[in-house]
């Protein structure tokens, strides 16, 4: 029979070599040697049949050391009558030196008789299978050592709600249960006979997604309750696609809950007491705003929902003032401080609308609950810089208000003693003498330097204004049609239609509204638009507005000129203070001043707002008149008697020339030298709005004086009325004013009624 066997494996030789099983047969007695390979076995060990065959190679010798116990076996188990069949792993050598697994299906071959006398082992190399299972053994190893090492309790439940696998956080979570697996999640869990009417793994069950709820039960053997945050995702079978169960999710919150509990606690019993604050107040985790105070919302203009989330420094301005401490030094410090030590600042904050005001900050490091919080609160003492700027202001202007009234007085004293020899000395002289003539011009020019002690005045007791209820409107615009006549601004006015009455001095509003427009138009020389506005306002706490709460009339004049520097709007009120070739608008002399004292003594506020390349805004705010209108006063318009343009190179002699013209009835347009008076007379003649007659200063400083500036306008208009002014009584142009071209001529100083006598001369009016 083997040998039958044995000559049919040759003959199908092909067939098997086709398949991926080695075929040996090889005799159990006496010797085990190898009487049948199939020829694939050289495919598998690189060996040749005849290899085996021939017992050059011996499978002994090829074995694994390892496993040839296993191998050992298979051969006594043939060796033994009544031998079975079995099977056994083991690996084997290949020629190249590499192991490979195979599994041996041996059986016996009996012949005729039903002797064994030879065995059969179908041999097939499952090397791949092998290395396919270590791998699945690996992973199920990793994956059951994550399961194990999770730190949140994670549970399998079947579709009948059974435990079929928990990992030991679980077991930790609900060891009063233990062991967990093979009892209903519901009894197990939590004590109940059926599921929870919350439970989130039936609703996984019902609809197959995941689920999520936040569950609390007592904790095991305490009256504490405890809080699990439990998520349920569906268990589903690969190969089908169905789902066989839930795999539950539950992380232990119960600290974060009692964190929760305990701050909504604190916050019930502070709350009123932090929302009534009158200071802004906001707690920061990090960098990060996480609740503030109804003061807050109302100090930054942003709701509550806008607010928390910001960083303290999105309400800083890009830039702070010098002397301001960095974001980054600011970090530093508090960083550096003992908790619950504040550290103060002083900064700008920003608003949501984009406005700034000043704030004093106190920032505090605090630990609650293992967390550190910054405690910021935030106090806007805008109202009160202003309080204490106004304050020091006026102390200074006060302290000059004296000065100025004691020299005005002094002053006037001298004068009148001197006028008062000089009356003397005329009464000792013959009336044509030369001597007397010279005495006059001395008492003209003492009479005219009573002028200057004017402006003094103003500073002192002496100025304090006669009030009457005016209309301010009318006021506005008469003054500033006066200040713009001549020159290449236009005026837009927005004045509301009801706008309160006031009780002021008229000559002094007029002043104040006379200086600032004057300010403006030196501002923009190539011409432009000022705008002025007037509205009924009520000035309330969040206006920041060192005045008392109530009704006050505003008064708003906006230029686009060139702006002042930030390092000067401090001093802009300042007497004589100048920035005058600094590159920035002029302010010199006592234009600001005298207008911030008016409307000082009027219980009101002046404003000054300026940015360089901008403009100036000057903001005054006047009481309101709010009785009966009876007898307000629509602001007289004075009968304008012509046109005059005063060139002179001081500023004083403008400003009293000045004062002097719109006494007598007259408009008036000022130039501080004779190529500014030439082009302000061309551009008032191609306005159709030409000047009846011009003053000019006969010297002056670094400029074109009267004399050239007088040709230039004989060019432009050959019949130009041109008046000298001049100090220099021993000029021979003064003598022979009419050869140069002059109408008519005045000494400095001059009084208004000699002034008036000329320019009747020069324009006759009726």
Known sequence: MPQKLIKRLNDYQEIINRTPVVVFVWRIVP??????????????????????????????????????????????????????????????????????????????????????????SIVIDITERKLMEDRLRDGERFLSNIFSSVQDGISVIDKDFNIVRVNPTMNRYYTNSVPLIGKKCYEAYHSQEKPCEACPSMRTFENGKPAHEVMSERSSGEDAMRWLDMYTFPLIDMDTGEMNGVIEYARDITKRKNAEESLKENEAKFRTLFDLANDAIFLLDGDKVVDCNDKTLEMFGYTNEEMIGKELYDFSPPLQPDGRDSKEKSIERINNAIYGEPQFFEWKHLRQDGTVFDAEVSLSLFKFKDNVFTQSIVRDVTYRKRMEEELVKSKNLE?????????????????????????????????????????????????????????????????????????????????????????????????????????ADEVQLRQVVHNIMNNSREAMPAGGVITIRAENVVITQKDNVPLPYGDYVKISIEDKGIGIKEEYLSKIFDPYFSTKGMGVQKGMGLGLSVSYSIIKKHAGYILLESSQGVGT????????????????????????????????????????????????????????????????????????????????????????????????????????????????????????FREFGFKAAVIKPYKMEELEEVLKKLIPHP
């Open 31 to 120: 010797d085990h040697s190898i009487e049948f390979v199939s020829d694939n076995v050289q495919k598998y060990l690189g060996y040749s049949a005849e290899d085996f065959i021939s017992g050059r190679v011996l499978l002994t010798d090829i074995i694994y050391p390892e496993d040839m116990p296993s191998f050992e076996a298979e051969h006594t188990s043939c060796r033994q009558p009544g031998g079975q069949e079995f099977v056994r792993q083991y690996r084997l050598k290949t020629k190249s030196g590499e192991y490979r697994w195979f599994e041996d299906r041996t059986s016996e071959l009996v012949d005729e008789s039903g002797n064994a006398t030879h065995c059969q």
């Open 399 to 503: 302290s000059i208000g004296t000065l100025a009234g004691g020299i005005a007085h002094d002053f006037n004293n001298l004068l009148m003693v001197i006028m008062g020899n000089i009356s003397l000395a005329k009464l000792h002289l013959s009336p044509d003498s030369k001597a007397v003539e010279r005495l006059s011009d001395a008492e003209n020019a003492s009479i005219a330097a009573k002028d200057l002690t004017q402006q003094l005045i103003t500073f002192s007791r002496g100025g304090e204004p006669w009030k009457k209820i005016i209309a301010v409107a009318p006021v506005i615009k008469s003054t500033a049609r006066f200040v713009l006549s001549g020159s290449r601004i236009k005026c837009k006015y927005f004045l509301s239609d009801s706008l309160h009455p006031v009780h």
């Open 617 to 736: 805004t000057v903001q005054i705010y006047l009481p309101a008149y709010k009785k009966e209108a009876e007898g307000v006063v629509a602001g007289e318009v004075i009968p304008v008697k012509g046109r005059i343009l005063v060139m002179d190179d001081v500023e004083e002699v403008r400003l009293v020339t000045s004062n002097m013209l719109i006494k007598l009835g007259y408009e008036v347009a000022c130039a501080e030298d004779g190529r500014e008076a030439v082009e302000l007379y061309k551009q008032a003649g191609e306005l159709d709005a030409p000047f009846d007659a011009v003053i000019l200063d006969l010297t002056v400083q670094g400029g074109m004086g009267g004399k050239e500036a007088l040709f230039e306008l004989l060019s432009i208009d050959p019949y130009v009325k041109a008046l000298i002014a001049s100090g220099y009584t021993d000029d021979p142009i003064i003598d022979n």
